[in-house]
Nanobody
Framework: QGQLVESGGGLVQAGGSLRLSCAAS????????MGWFRQAPGKEREFVAV????????DYAESVKGRFTISRDNAKNTVYLQMNSLKPEDTAVYYC??????????????WGQGTQVTVSS
C-alpha cells in the first residue's frame, strides 16, 4: 500500500521560513498529483498547494500564493513545500496528500500523519 511521511514542521517567528518534506512509498507516489492541506484548531481542513506527477502544473491557495512553493523530486519520491514570509495565520497541522490534481480534499486518496507548523508573532 505504502505511506506518506511528513517532516520539517516546527516553531518559527513571523517572517521566517520552513521547508516541509513528504516521503512517499509504494502506491502513494503513483497518482496524478501530490499536495498539501492544513488544518488549524477549530477550523476546517484547507487546501494549500498541489503539483502534478511531472511537476508541470501547480496550484496554490490564494492565501499562500507568492509565499509558498511546492516542488517534487521523483528520484527521491519526495514532495516539498517551501514556506517563506510565514504569518501567524499559517499555524496549523500540515498534511501531505496523494491523489487528484484538485483543491478538493475528497479527491485525495492518501494522507500523511501531519506535521505541526507554529508561527509566533
Amino acid at each position: 500500500q505504502g505511506q506518506l511521511v511528513e517532516s520539517g514542521g516546527g516553531l518559527v517567528q513571523a517572517g521566517g521560513s520552513l521547508r516541509l518534506s513528504c516521503a512517499a512509498s509504494g502506491r502513494t507516489y503513483n497518482t496524478e498529483a501530490m499536495g498539501w492541506f492544513r488544518q488549524a484548531p477549530g477550523k476546517e481542513r484547507e487546501f494549500v498547494a498541489v503539483i502534478t506527477w511531472r511537476g508541470r502544473n501547480t496550484d496554490y491557495a490564494e492565501s499562500v500564493k507568492g509565499r509558498f512553493t511546492i516542488s517534487r523530486d521523483n528520484a527521491k519520491n519526495t514532495v516539498y513545500l517551501q514556506m517563506n514570509s510565514l504569518k501567524p495565520e499559517d499555524t496549523a497541522v500540515y498534511y501531505c496528500t496523494s491523489g487528484g490534481f484538485s483543491r478538493d480534499y475528497r479527491r485525495q486518496d492518501y494522507w500523511g500523519q501531519g506535521t505541526q507548523v507554529t508561527v509566533s508573532s
